[in-house]
């Protein structure tokens, strides 16, 4: 039974917190991912970024919607959404808008169980850790080059 370690691709190209986004839209376009992990200085995984939270930065500001009753403003949205999507949008940083909440599997992970954690969390790449450190990653591309051996 092949394993992640069996797969993955080893050269990861990784951006960090402090990257911009206009750095990342580079690499995207020079490297053609889809989407990389957001790596800390000391290596450990503190998220992942796609090409979909950075075109996210270009969609249209979504007004919330309020009713003035005298000085007071009541939102019948969330005003936490509201300044979320504000923020995103203004990002100038890759820690801006990347997703905190990573699925990873380990060297050891069975290619199986990893194909189905990338089609429940609609992931195309999935961080492979080991010790709190990225030591590759599998892309649906690595699963579909495994189908062929």
Not at 33 to 42: F, I, K, T, Y
Not at 71 to 95: C, H, M, P, Q
Not at 127 to 148: C, E
Request: contains cysteine; hydrophobic residues 40%; negative net charge.
């Amino acid at each position: 039974m092949l394993k992640a370690k069996d797969i993955m691709t080893t050269a990861v190209q990784s951006v960090t917190e402090e990257t911009t986004v206009e750095e990342l839209a580079r690499l995207f376009a020079e490297k053609n991912h889809s989407a990389m992990p957001v790596l800390g200085e000391d290596g450990t995984l503190k998220g992942i970024v796609t090409e979909t939270d950075l075109v996210q930065q270009d969609r249209p500001l979504h007004l919330p919607k309020v009713i003035s009753l005298f000085d007071w403003v009541l939102y019948l949205e969330s005003e936490k959404n509201f300044r979320e999507e504000v923020e995103r949008i203004t990002a100038r940083k890759v820690g801006d808008i990347c997703s905190r909440e990573v699925t990873t599997c380990s060297p050891e992970t069975p290619v199986s169980e990893i194909a189905e954690l990338m089609v429940a969390k609609k992931s195309h790449l999935i961080p492979v850790v080991d010790k709190n450190r990225v030591v590759g990653v599998v892309a649906r591309l690595d699963i579909i080059r495994a189908m062929g051996r």
